[in-house]
């Protein structure tokens, strides 16, 4: 059997919740025993971890942190890795570059399956680092798919509900504020809507069933990506 690599604690919850859901999905899949799984959890400083949602800043920071993490999973055996954060994809060349083992990207995962579905335009819901980047949206390029983006100000909006689960005192009223976002997406030709950070399915879910339009989950989608990998 493969060996999968995770890059977690970005953030600590969303891990738990990413390796859960990978364990669910595993069981029919590999019926003789459960995955062989490395977790490194990542020691972001939360003044790191701040400044990079909220403003985008201290790259080298996390930077440096990642690095330590692919190549010390790489060191322990694993096969490839996962990073179930969308943010830090902006160092995804760098971190693949330091490594002789794939790095899956969760970037391109979810923007295969927003094409699957048949989609022509997508918004995206995501830290400001990742809208500002285009990072969905070229990645979204590659199947024709053109990006579809909030207003400013609802970005603004959404980079503090994203810090405010990272802090655990997301509820209610941020999801509804989600929902008035993707509704916002939706009347700007949207056809779906991508959760763009790992974090926001702990107040949405690609089955909830009062969502204005259909979503996809990046987390979903590299779970998906990882147990594909460890079939091969």
Not at 99 to 117: G, H, Q
């Amino acid at each position: 059997m493969k060996t999968a690599g995770i890059i977690g604690g970005l953030g600590p919850d969303t891990t738990a919740e990413f390796y859960i859901e990978t364990i669910r999905r595993a069981r029919p899949v590999f019926s003789y025993s459960y995955p062989s799984i490395f977790i490194y959890n990542v020691p972001v400083p939360f003044a790191v971890e701040r400044a990079m949602v909220q403003k985008g800043h201290r790259e080298e920071d996390m930077f440096r942190v990642l690095s330590d993490a692919v190549v010390n999973l790489e060191k322990a055996g694993v096969d490839f890795i996962v990073i179930p954060c969308n943010t830090v994809h902006i160092f995804y060349d760098r971190l693949a570059g330091q490594i002789n083992v794939p790095l899956l990207n969760i970037l391109d995962e979810t923007a295969a399956a927003c094409s699957a579905r048949g989609w022509k335009r997508v918004g995206t819901l995501g830290t400001r680092k990742t809208l500002q980047s285009r990072m969905y949206a070229n990645a979204l390029e590659k199947y024709s798919i053109e990006a579809v983006d909030l207003p400013e100000d609802e970005q603004d909006r959404l980079t503090m509900i994203i810090y405010r689960i990272l802090s655990g005192s997301g509820g209610p009223q941020e999801r509804s504020q989600l929902l008035n976002m993707i509704t916002v997406l939706g009347e700007r030709g949207a056809d779906g809507v991508i959760l763009g950070c790992t974090d926001l399915q702990h107040l949405v879910r690609e089955d909830d069933t009062d969502l204005p339009l259909p979503v996809v989950d990046s987390m979903s989608s590299l779970v998906d990506a990882l147990i594909r990998d460890l079939a091969e």
